[in-house]
């Protein structure tokens, strides 16, 4: 099965509104990063966590290890905001294993 | 700013043929990777390195060899060319060992005809 799950896979929202992206993880992750794949195909960094919580503008990310989860809220969304979410688990080695990613399409 | 760049930026390549894909990063990182991204997958680790001289399988190094000769470069090598390799390649660099943050290269869009 897959070791980086992400939920949903896609998802519409209207502006304006608030929604929340989660990834289960059934490996030992030990950090997490989330990542905004633009509609250009360009990977911007979002948030890289270890357990803990993190706020960045409307962003905000939690990584809670113990629970083997992370979560992405978006409060206010924008169109600016559309494209595919990737989150990526660390295990303390070298690499990191991907979820599949969740699309996200904000519309006016 | 630190950055990572990749060239070619488009690839239009025959089966059979050999293929090189360039990394550069001056995020002075020792870790790069390569990665392909096909639809309905995320990224899928194919080399990694972790400094000049060294290069590691990832997940998918079947029909890809890895240069790294130097901290900045990081070359991915398709030596006999398929279709099934026609993709989007990206580079990334991090660092502190395992741990460190990913930053990504703008990726290649390979096409083996």
């Known amino acids: 099965g897959d070791k980086v799950k992400q939920s949903p896979s896609a998802l519409s929202l209207q502006e304006g509104t608030n929604s929340a992206l989660r990834c289960n993880f059934s490996?030992?992750?030990?950090?997490v990063q989330w990542f905004l794949q633009n509609p250009r195909g360009s990977l911007m960094n979002l948030f890289y966590?270890?357990?803990g919580t993190k706020e960045n503008g409307r962003l905000k990310s939690a990584f809670d290890s113990k629970e083997s989860y992370s979560t992405l809220h978006i409060r206010d969304a924008q169109l600016e905001d559309s494209g595919t979410y990737f989150c990526?688990?660390?295990?303390?080695?070298?690499?990191?294993?991907f979820g599949s990613g969740t699309r996200l399409l904000v519309s006016p | 700013e630190a950055a990572v760049t990749q060239s070619p930026r488009n690839k239009v390549a025959v089966t059979g043929g050999k293929v090189t894909l360039s990394c550069n990063q001056t995020?002075?990182?020792?870790?790069m990777y390569w990665y392909r991204q096909d639809t309905g997958h995320g990224l899928r680790l194919i080399h990694y390195?972790?400094?000049?001289?060294?290069?590691e399988k990832g997940d998918i190094p079947d029909g890809y060899k890895a240069s790294r000769p130097s901290q900045e470069n990081f070359s991915l090598i398709l030596e006999l060319a398929t279709p099934s390799q026609t993709s989007v390649y990206f580079c990334?660099?991090?660092?502190?060992?395992?741990?460190?943050?990913?930053?990504f290269g703008p990726g290649t869009r390979l096409t083996v005809l």
């Open positions: 990334a660099s991090g660092g502190l060992g395992g741990r460190g943050e990913q930053y």
């Open positions: 490996i030992a992750a030990t950090t």
């Open positions: 966590l270890v357990p």
């Open positions: 990526a688990a660390g295990t303390g080695g070298y690499k990191v294993v």
């Open positions: 995020n002075n990182h020792n870790n």
């Open positions: 390195s972790y400094g000049a001289g060294s290069t």
